[in-house]
T-cell receptor
Framework: GAGVSQSPRYKVAKRGQDVALRCDPI?????LFWYQQALGQGPEFLTY????????KSGLPSDRFFAERPEGSVSTLKIQRTQQEDSAVYLC?????????????FGAGSRLTVL | AQTVTQSQPEMSVQEAETVTLSCTYD???????LFWYKQPPSRQMILVIR??????QNATENRFSVNFQKAAKSFSLKISDSQLGDAAMYFC?????????FGPGTRLSVLP
């Protein structure tokens, strides 16, 4: 596609529910990143994929967070047993190689509110 | 670990005037990239400008330019002839390999 597409744009979950956030990167982009952005803060790294391989998941805050990209294109970030502290905007970004010579193109984000 | 600091949580500028946003970073690497991203209220992050650390010449993109001081690890953004559409959060970002680190952001208001 022309840009990075994320869905849903807004998600309200009750504490304890599971949620799934989808990212459809730019076609042909090898690298895909997930970031968590709290209100008024900068994006914080969660995880990184190169094609279908998850090369870095050091930013995932707990084992309730899980990400996958099974065919090297669309990615899903899943949060199990949501907690209030999970409330944030989840940003997906993709790039051609993930190196600085190419830039990150971001989606509009998915705003998660946990009640 | 690399860190990026933006010491100005909020800035304001009069329309048509010039404003400079500050950014400092910490790294032990010598070859890396620096970026400024803009995030309007619609939330989508947009690349403003990019600088390669091995280039001494400061990057420019139309009304946007940077002052890159490698030894001081400083990377400020200058916006000339500010427009109402420049109002947004601005994030400074450091990149080495696949590691991207963002600063906390500066909220820029443009006054008519």
């Amino acid at each position: 596609g022309a840009g990075v597409s994320q869905s849903p744009r807004y998600k309200v979950a009750k504490r304890g529910q599971d949620v799934a956030l989808r990212c459809d990167p730019i076609s042909g982009h090898v690298s895909l990143f997930w970031y968590q952005q709290a209100l008024g803060q900068g994006p914080e790294f969660l995880t990184y994929f190169q094609n279908e391989a998850q090369l870095d998941k050091s930013g995932l805050p707990s084992d309730r967070f899980f990400a996958e990209r099974p065919e090297g294109s669309v990615s899903t970030l899943k949060i199990q047993r949501t907690q209030q502290e999970d409330s944030a905007v989840y940003l997906c970004a993709s790039s051609v190689t993930g190196l600085g010579a190419n830039v990150l193109t971001f989606g509009a984000g998915s705003r998660l509110t946990v009640l | 670990a690399q860190t990026v600091t933006q010491s100005q949580p909020e800035m304001s500028v009069q329309e048509a005037e010039t404003v400079t946003l500050s950014c400092t970073y910490d790294t032990s690497e010598s070859d890396y990239y620096l970026f400024w991203y803009k995030q309007p209220p619609s939330r989508q992050m947009i690349l403003v400008i990019r600088q390669e650390a091995y280039k001494q010449q400061n990057a420019t993109e139309n009304r946007f330019s940077v002052n890159f001081q490698k030894a001081a690890k400083s990377f400020s953004l200058k916006i000339s002839d500010s427009q109402l559409g420049d109002a947004a959060m601005y994030f400074c970002a450091y990149n080495y390999g696949q590691n991207f680190v963002f600063g906390p952001g500066t909220r820029l208001s443009v006054l008519p």
